[in-house]
């Protein structure tokens, strides 16, 4: 992804709050949270799985 692009879904993200730097910055932290919740599940599924015991990476 280029500068421009992030540029360009900052300002889509600052748009669908309104303007509101905080409501953008709040709603950022929220999704962030909800993806590391996802991502700690597949670690454990994978765990359970025996994929992660080979060099800690297998999911990378």
């Known amino acids: 992804?280029?500068?421009?692009?992030n540029d360009a879904a900052i300002?889509?993200?600052?748009?669908?709050?309104?303007?509101?730097?905080?409501?953008a910055v709040r709603a950022l932290l929220l999704i962030n949270e909800h993806l590391e919740s996802e991502l700690a599940k597949?670690?454990?599924?994978?765990?359970?799985?025996?994929?992660?015991?080979r060099g800690g990476n297998a999911l990378h």
């Open 1 to 5: 992804m280029s500068f421009r692009s």
């Open 11 to 23: 300002d889509e993200i600052v748009a669908s709050c309104n303007g509101d730097l905080r409501g």
């Open 42 to 53: 597949a670690y454990a599924a994978a765990a359970d799985r025996g994929l992660v015991e």
